[in-house]
Nanobody, 123 residues
Framework: QVQLVESGGGSVQAGGSLRLSCATSTGTARVMGWFRQAPGKEREGVAA???????RYADSVKGRFTISKDNAKKILYLQMNSLKPEDTAMYYC???????????????????WGQGTQVTVAS
């Protein structure tokens, strides 16, 4: 069982930055990812990171967001820069116990989820 707890959300002006954190109960997850869901929209993959360091990003956040992990602290991060109003959503951390050929941005690939942290970007 993997427990995930997100933090770091908040309100920020467009162009600003936030760093989300996801504390994990174990370091055994093979793939971890960040997802987001805005009201009335489907959950979408934002970034994913495999244990070998391979990462993958949604086109909408490439060049602005960076996913990383502190293995010693068992914390997954999402550094979000140049935030836009369309980035406003509930952000979720997810983990997968088994290996994938590449980090997935498909929510169905993940079996463990955090409770989410809200990010609001004002224009």
């Amino acid at each position: 069982q993997v427990q995930l707890v997100e933090s770091g959300g908040g309100s920020v002006q467009a162009g600003g930055s936030l760093r989300l954190s996801c504390a994990t109960s174990t370091g055994t997850a093979r793939v971890m990812g960040w997802f987001r869901q805005a009201p009335g929209k489907e959950r979408e993959g934002v970034a994913a990171l495999a244990k070998d360091g391979t990462s993958r990003y949604a086109d909408s956040v490439k060049g602005r967001f960076t996913i990383s992990k502190d293995n010693a602290k068992k914390i997954l991060y999402l550094q979000m820069n140049s935030l836009k109003p369309e980035d406003t959503a509930m952000y979720y951390c997810a983990a997968r116990a088994s290996v994938l050929t590449s980090p997935a941005l498909d929510s169905s690939a993940y079996g463990y989820w955090g409770q989410g942290t809200q990010v609001t970007v004002a224009s």
